[in-house]
Each structure stands twice: as structure tokens, then as C-alpha cells.
């Protein structure tokens, strides 16, 4: 009875040793599998300040296919096409993929802990191509020699791709401005509201000269309250 008893004991032990080593083992694998992180992808619901929510997309996993929540921290990296971006230039309606280290509390919705990465999936991203659009440009009329401020010098301002804002008679009250193209090396602004048209020879990139015969009138209210524009005065582009 005695070694009956020591038999079934030794055999429990055994079948101890062996279920523990099955658990250690499994749960190595699982890490080796999946590692610390997980990813997901996600279309953006909306973002309030460093909060952000998210619906996940048909590609994933059926337990990443609903609702999200989760905080953007100083530690979470955020990029489109491996440069980083800022928070700002994620919108609702983007895609993106996830990535985090945390868990995920089960509530609606699901609350994501430890986001480490955020990648904008889409080829294009608007946010950076409003930037570019509405950059201004500010050409000034080159007249060092007359010894006058900036302020007072006849300025062209390109507004965005399309829209002007010419500004050459400190001491008139209409200033014009409307919208402008470039064409044939030519920049041509039409005044909105009198229909006037300023031409301007695209010598670089940085530099315009005025051609007076294809403009219309710009001479000043009073002569000694400004610089006169004369024909090929050239226009300087200055950062804003």
C-alpha cells in the first residue's frame, strides 16, 4: 500500500514537472510570436486635443475591428512615409496604423494603453499641401538707393497660388487685389474689382520686373510720399 501510494505521488510530481515546463514553454512562444507590441489599422473618428478615436478597418483581426480611444503622449511617434509629422496634421476620415504596448481595457470604447507609434497610411496628406498652398510671398520693389523704409516700398504679395494683393500708394485708400496666373514667363494680377491688370517678367524664382506698357496706372498720390514704380523695376521676393 505504501508503494502504491509513493507510486502515485512520484506520478503527480512528474505530471507537475511536466504541465509547468508546457506552460513556460507556451507562454515563450507566445512572446516570440507576437513580441511586446501589437498593430492594428484604423480609419480616424476624431481627435480632441491629444485624444483620439478611431474605428478599425475590415483588414484586421476581428478583435481590432471596432471602436478605439487612446491618448497621444510625448513618447508616441507619429509619421507618413517614414519623416515625422505633428499631432496637427492628422484629421478624421485619415488612415493610419497603431501601435502599442499596452493593454486594452474592455469598455466602449475599447480604452488603448501605451501607443508608441502612429503612421498616416494615405499617399497624400492635405494638412501639408494646405500648408504649401497658402505659404505668402512677399516681393518688394528694389529702391536701396532712395534710401526708403520697407514699409514704404511698393510690394506685391502672392497670398496662395491664385490670390494677390498689390501694394504700391501709402497714401491711397484702395488697394488692389484679387487673383493672378502665370503664364508664357509672365505673371499677370487682375484687380478684382476695377478688372486693372500689373505685369510682371518671371525672371527667377525670387525676382519679378515690372513691365509697365502691359500695366495699368500706378502712379503715386503724391510723388515724395513713396517710390515711383518705373518700368523693369525689379521686385524681390523677402521671407515672411
Known amino acids: 500500500m505504501k508503494n ?16 509547468a515546463g508546457y506552460t513556460v514553454g507556451t507562454n515563450r512562444m507566445d512572446q516570440e510570436d507576437f513580441g511586446d507590441s501589437a498593430v492594428f489599422y484604423a480609419e480616424i473618428l476624431e481627435i480632441d486635443g491629444r485624444s483620439m478615436l478611431v474605428s478599425g478597418l475590415k483588414e484586421n483581426d476581428v478583435n481590432y475591428r471596432g471602436e478605439f480611444s487612446f ?13 515625422d509629422i505633428a499631432l496637427t496634421e492628422l484629421m478624421p476620415g485619415q488612415h493610419i496604423s497603431i501601435t ?20 498616416l497610411l494615405d499617399d497624400v496628406n492635405p494638412q501639408r499641401d494646405k500648408a504649401e498652398i497658402s505659404s505668402v510671398k512677399n516681393y518688394y520693389m528694389n529702391a536701396e538707393e532712395l534710401g526708403k523704409t520697407e514699409q514704404s516700398l511698393p510690394c506685391l504679395t502672392l497670398l496662395d497660388k491664385e490670390n494677390f494683393v498689390f501694394s504700391y500708394d501709402v497714401l491711397s485708400s484702395y488697394i488692389p487685389m484679387g487673383t493672378y496666373e502665370i503664364t508664357d514667363g509672365e505673371l499677370i494680377a487682375t484687380d478684382k ?17 515690372f ?17 515711383v514704380i518705373t518700368d523693369g523695376a525689379l521686385f524681390e521676393r523677402k521671407q515672411v
Do not use: C
Open 211 to 227: 513691365i509697365q506698357e502691359k500695366s495699368a496706372d500706378v502712379s503715386l498720390t503724391e510723388e515724395n510720399a513713396g517710390a
Open 100 to 119: 502599442f504596448s499596452g493593454g486594452v481595457q474592455e469598455s466602449y470604447p475599447a480604452q488603448i494603453q501605451d501607443v508608441s507609434r502612429i503612421s
Open 193 to 209: 474689382e476695377k478688372g486693372s491688370r500689373y505685369v510682371f517678367e518671371v525672371v527667377d524664382e525670387n525676382t519679378l520686373k
Open 4 to 19: 502504491f501510494l509513493k507510486g502515485v505521488m512520484i506520478l503527480l510530481f512528474v505530471l507537475l514537472i511536466f504541465w
Open 71 to 83: 491618448q497621444v503622449t510625448a513618447d508616441t511617434k507619429i509619421e507618413w512615409h517614414h519623416t
